[in-house]
T-cell receptor
Framework: GQSLEQPSEVTAVEGAIVQINCTYQTSGFYGLSWYQQHDGGAPTFLSYNALDGLEETGRFSSFLSRSDSYGYLLLQELQMKDSASYFCAARPGTGRRALTFGSGTRLQVQP | NAGVTQTPKFRVLKTGQSMTLLCAQDMNHEYMYWYRQDPGMGLRLIHYSVGEGTTAKGEVPDGYNVSRLKKQNFLLGLESAAPSQTSVYFC?????????????FGDGTRLSIL
């Protein structure tokens, strides 16, 4: 089976940096994805890490450590529009070819 | 660019009624998925399909059926709706997950069962 754990809520101020952690337990592992979802909206893909290390996409970066079964999403220069829920997701190494999602971290950016 | 389109966007049902949710994608994706999202519980996979004519069970398949008669469409059926199925339902599609293709989501169907 698979499970992904992430904090339920994070609060930060505009212009700051915030890190959202995700730890996972899987019977196999093909990489960690991150999705963003605004209230009332659909999830949208942010990033994917197949290998250990940091992937950078603009203000967002994502990190993976396979040896620690851990990853994080780093958001820099926070803007009010970054207030949303962020989900980590992983695909098992064998069997079901579909993602398992964490329960999500609600980020609130304050002025 | 339509992407993934879900129909209907909202629906209210009475317990015991049946209905079908339609998902259509225009990206020629092989893989399609149905999720439900409840407050504080993230996205849970109901059923998915790896190609036309195929279906497979996800984490929470009980009470739901699916069909993938055409590559672009993935239907989710509730044969006898129950209040526990009140949720927001999302459909998604993707290319081959083995090549790390991201999932593209529809805008969701908000379903209430009284």
């Amino acid at each position: 089976g698979q499970s992904l754990e992430q904090p339920s809520e994070v609060t930060a101020v505009e212009g700051a940096i915030v890190q959202i952690n995700c730890t996972y337990q899987t019977s196999g592992f093909y990489g960690l994805s991150w999705y963003q979802q605004h209230d009332g909206g659909a999830p949208t893909f942010l990033s994917y890490n197949a290998l250990d290390g940091l992937e950078e996409t603009g203000r967002f970066s994502s990190f993976l450590s396979r040896s620690d079964s851990y990853g994080y999403l780093l958001l820099q220069e926070l803007q009010m529009k970054d207030s949303a829920s962020y989900f980590c997701a992983a695909r098992p190494g064998t069997g079901r070819r579909a993602l398992t999602f964490g329960s999500g971290t609600r980020l609130q950016v304050q002025p | 660019n339509a992407g993934v389109t879900q129909t209907p966007k909202f629906r209210v049902l009475k317990t015991g009624q049946s209905m079908t949710l339609l998902c259509a994608q225009d990206m020629n994706h092989e893989y399609m998925y149905w999720y439900r999202q409840d407050p504080g519980m993230g996205l849970r996979l109901i059923h998915y399909s790896v190609g036309e004519g195929t279906t497979a069970k996800g984490e929470v398949p009980d009470g739901y059926n699916v069909s993938r008669l055409k590559k672009q469409n993935f239907l989710l059926g509730l044969e006898s709706a129950a209040p526990s199925q009140t949720s927001v339902y999302f459909c998604a599609s993707s290319g081959d997950p083995g090549s790390n293709q991201p999932q593209h989501f529809g805008d969701g169907t908000r379903l209430s069962i009284l």
